[in-house]
């Protein structure tokens, strides 16, 4: 059984940074598409970034690019997203997805998705 835990949210000032982690379980070792998605209240799920684990080939939102990095810790099949410079838009729940469609920002495109976590950005 996919189990995605996410962890690291919580509340920052504008300017601040925030880690998130997703520590992955339950499924084959292979070369996936994870990625980190954001929903904002009253929004659509959107996507922030992703990578291929088998490359590290990335992919960013326009709206995060140079201030968010996607990476992972293959060791600890934990995946992470750095944010730094937070904006008050940035503001939203995060999630943690696996199995997605290669090089995809699509929420549709992806299989298996952890709990999310709570990211709030005070101006």
């Known amino acids: 059984q996919v189990q995605l835990v996410e962890s690291g949210g919580g509340s920052v000032q504008a300017g601040g940074a925030l880690r998130l982690s997703c520590a992955a379980s339950g499924y084959t070792s292979g070369n996936y598409q994870m990625g980190w998605f954001g929903q904002a209240p009253g929004k659509e799920r959107e996507g922030v970034a992703s990578?291929?684990?088998?490359?590290?080939?990335?992919v960013y939102a326009d709206s995060v690019r140079g201030r968010f990095t996607i990476f992972q810790d293959v060791a600890k099949n934990t995946l992470y997203l750095q944010m730094n410079s937070l904006k008050p838009e940035d503001t939203a729940v995060y999630y943690c997805?696996?199995?997605?469609?290669?090089?995809?920002?699509?929420?549709?495109?992806?299989?298996?998705w952890g709990q999310g976590t709570q990211v709030t950005v005070s101006s």
């Open positions: 990578i291929y684990t088998g490359g590290g080939r990335t």
């Open positions: 997805a696996t199995h997605g469609r290669y090089g995809s920002l699509r929420p549709s495109e992806y299989n298996y």
